[in-house]
């Protein structure tokens, strides 16, 4: 098989005119044959020769048989939970990202499902699953306290007790885990964030190896509506073939920044995939090619967090990540706002927890941008 790079790029082959890129087709409707029969495409929503190539370019990044592309990242989610029926149960990673958490808490208990949340999948065993346990939904590493979950001993736990497991890779992308090779059934991803990259397009994308469950969907794409556009598709194809490019540069600039941040006394804590115990060290290492380039920090007590973020011109203080530029955010009142109190209290997200999102700047001006806010704090 050719390397992840090369696939990036050469996955289609979709020669029109000698373009080396493919055609954009905004076409909303195919004509069809007038005798009768149908034509390869009828409809944009059900199907379009752009997003069709994006989509075939992100499932030989997973070695998936299918992925489907849709507007957001929450939609791919939506679509992921929405093969649940009433009377089922999700069993699902706390802290998650606050989306995936608001759709736990408000969308799932409107079509009957129940959810329980886990402070600690790695310790999930048979105990933890009744009859009506039907997915197991894991976001690792987790937003935005960075705790790992081990995907292969979680997917064989599941697959026991006739669930599936959901893995939202949004955090390392294929290039540096695939939760599909470690028995995941579907993976879901914020394309917003890696894949696309440069902070200007939203999008989501969900990936199988199960026919069944790649029949659901698709519909959802076709029932639901909630599909990615011709051009946003092209965009994202254009944008992944600089993934592992961006993504190590990213990782070789958190590595340097984490050095730094790790001897300034004005920082208490720091936390990164694999950091919590070293089981989930062991877990991380055996799992996944990288740690990635978000991690969070906690300022030394007595220093003024409001100081910090004032004083900061390179990093951008908002929410998302994944993109070209730096960021932070407090993910408390910001990406984790629409949780409640107790549940930011066990999920160890204090208010002042800070989570960062590296670029690809040049490190040493993130590395002095850093160093003078810390100064301020
Ligand atoms: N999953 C994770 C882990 C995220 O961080 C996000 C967004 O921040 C999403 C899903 C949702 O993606 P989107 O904003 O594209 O809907």
């Given amino acids: 098989m050719a390397g992840f790079t090369t696939r990036t790029i050469h996955a289609i082959e979709e020669i029109d005119k000698g373009a080396v890129t493919p055609p954009i087709y905004t076409a909303s409707t195919f004509l069809q044959p007038t005798e009768g029969g149908e034509g390869e495409y009828e409809y944009q929503r059900g199907g379009n020769p752009t997003r069709d ?33 009433a009377g089922d149960t999700v069993l699902m990673n706390l802290p998650v990202y606050g989306g995936n958490y608001r759709f736990a808490t408000i969308e799932l208990p409107k079509r009957g499902v129940d959810h329980r949340f886990l402070l600690d999948p790695n310790t999930l065993s048979d105990a ?19 705790r790992v979950s081990d995907i ?29 090779e470690l028995g995941a059934d579907i993976t879901v991803q914020s394309a917003t964030k890696y894949l696309a990259g ?12 199960d026919d069944a469950l790649a029949e659901e ?24 073939k600089t993934l ?9 600039n958190t590595r340097k920044i984490i050095e730094f941040l790790e001897q300034h006394p004005a920082v208490a804590a720091i936390h990164t995939p694999g950091s ?32 910090f973020l004032g004083r900061l011109s390179v990093f951008g ?36 927890l800070i989570r960062v999102a590296v670029g690809i700047e040049d490190v040493e001006d993130l590395i002095a941008d850093l160093d003078h806010a810390l100064d301020a704090a």
């Fill in 53 to 85: 190539s994006a989509q075939r370019t992100l499932a030989s990044l997973e070695n998936a048989q299918h992925s489907f592309l849709y507007a957001t990242g929450m939609a791919a989610t939506a679509t992921a939970l929405g093969t649940l029926r």
């Fill in 244 to 252: 592992a490019l961006r993504m190590d540069r990213q990782q070789e």
């Fill in 317 to 352: 203080f908002a929410v998302s990540l994944g993109g070209i530029e730096s960021l932070l955010c407090l993910p408390a009142g910001m990406t984790q706002g629409a949780y409640a109190a107790s549940d930011l209290e066990r999920s160890d997200i204090a208010e002042n």
């Fill in 276 to 307: 919590h115990s070293s089981e989930e060290a062991e877990i991380q290492q055996r799992q996944a090619d990288g740690k990635g380039a978000v991690f969070s920090m906690e300022l030394a007590e007595g220093r003024d967090v409001r100081a």
């Fill in 217 to 240: 969907l698709f519909k959802a794409q076709l029932i639901s509506g909630g599909i990615l556009s011709p051009i946003d598709s092209y965009r994202l194809l254009q944008n992944v």
């Fill in 128 to 146: 933890d699953f009744d009859d009506s346990v039907k997915a197991v939904f894991l976001e690792t590493p987790a937003n935005p306290t960075l």
């Fill in 198 to 209: 440069h902070g200007d397009l939203l999008g989501g994308v969900a990936s199988t190896n």
């Fill in 152 to 180: 292969q001993r979680i997917s064989e736990l599941a697959h026991r007790h006739g669930a599936i497991m959901i893995v939202d890779n949004t955090f390392l992308t294929p290039y540096l885990q695939r939760p599909l």
